[in-house]
T-cell receptor
Framework: DAGVIQSPRHEVTEMGQEVTLRCKPI?????LFWYRQTMMRGLELLIY????????DSGMPEDRFSAKMPNASFSTLKIQPSEPRDSAVYFC??????????FGPGTRLTVL | RKEVEQDPGPFNVPEGATVAFNCTYS??????FFWYRQDCRKEPKLLMS???SGNEDGRFTAQLNRASQYISLLIRDSKLSDSATYLC???????????FGTGTRLTVIP
């Protein structure tokens, strides 16, 4: 069975550019989570969705970050404009309700 | 105060050693508890859930102390393949999101 799919796996961009990260959750899962991981801050929850509806976006750093989930099989995390401090690994995870969260392989973002 | 606190390590232990990790959580309403494992440059993966009565999975034993808001993971007979970062994870009633500790790094040395 396919796990959580994320794209791209690596992204290098210049400061000021728009970045879009994509996630396909495991089929049948109804909760989707976006995390950011850095050495300094560890794994931070940015936002999560239940049944495609954003439930908690208190972890979204600022207005430059936005996330959407137009349907049960797709979500995007957008950063516009990007800044060097946004460099991190961004993980998407999905679960069935409050069950085990399964993580995607992550997108390693570098903003120059 | 962080929701979940862990000793970041690193722990460097010889093969065959027994090693224990601890973490504490701040919200007494927390209801679900897990240990995740994360290999270098990989995603976190569930290692085991932690139950109130304590539970064991092969060489791994997890314990929960609700009164002290404390969770532990014991690894016996360490293998080289156990080298990874171990994340303590806590969830709360009525919410699907989880709170992750910053992880404890383990290196098992030949």
């Amino acid at each position: 069975d396919a796990g959580v799919i994320q794209s791209p796996r690596h992204e290098v961009t210049e400061m000021g550019q728009e970045v879009t990260l994509r996630c396909k959750p495991i089929s049948g899962h109804n909760s989707l989570f976006w995390y950011r991981q850095t050495m300094m801050r560890g794994l931070e929850l940015l936002i999560y969705f239940n049944n495609n509806v954003p439930i908690d976006d208190s972890g979204m750093p600022e207005d430059r970050f936005s996330a959407k989930m137009p349907n049960a099989s797709f979500s995007t995390l957008k950063i516009q404009p990007s800044e060097p401090r946004d460099s991190a690994v961004y993980f998407c995870a999905s679960s069935l309700g409050s069950g085990t969260q399964y993580f995607g392989p992550g997108t390693r973002l570098t903003v120059l | 105060r962080k929701e979940v606190e862990q000793d970041p390590g690193p722990f460097n232990v010889p093969e065959g050693a027994t090693v224990a990790f601890n973490c504490t959580y701040s919200n007494s309403a927390s209801q679900s508890f897990f240990w995740y494992r994360q290999d270098c440059r990989k995603e976190p993966k569930l290692l085991m859930s932690v139950y109130s009565s304590g539970n064991e999975d092969g060489r791994f034993t997890a314990q929960l102390n609700r009164a002290s808001q404390y969770i532990s993971l014991l690894i016996r007979d360490s293998k080289l393949s156990d080298s990874a970062t171990y994340l303590c994870v806590v969830g709360q009633t009525g919410a699907n999101n989880l709170f992750f500790g910053t992880g404890t790094r383990l290196t098992v040395i030949p």
